[in-house]
């Protein structure tokens, strides 16, 4: 399959005598003009398309290279996130404990405070 450089072939480009046939050298009729004129238009119009397919091809390869992009940047802002509940889960746990043992800090203070005074009560 020729390249889109190399379409159309020359063959079907050069130039030729509109009053001549161009196998038999005799003189060309109006369907042999009419035939010429279609194959023109045919041959104009899958360059057309072979430029349009590359242009497509093109712009789907740099789309491509977006998404592989953007699909590393969403996997590290994922790694990120992942960090981050872990980080927070961390400092929860590590709050948790810290409050229970103040609940138990307070809570022993109290029943000392309690002792101290049920023995001055009940040494009155």
Known sequence: MPKASE??????TAPMD?????????????EQHQSRDQ?????STAAGTVDVGASILNMLGAQRETLIQTRGSLQGTDRSLVEGNNLIRTMLRRSRTKKLILVAIVCGMLGIILLLIYAKLSNH
């Open 7 to 12: 379409w159309p072939p020359r063959e079907l």
């Open 18 to 30: 509109p009053a001549q046939h161009p196998q038999t050298g005799r003189p060309a009729s109006f």
């Open 39 to 43: 194959l023109a238009e045919a041959v």
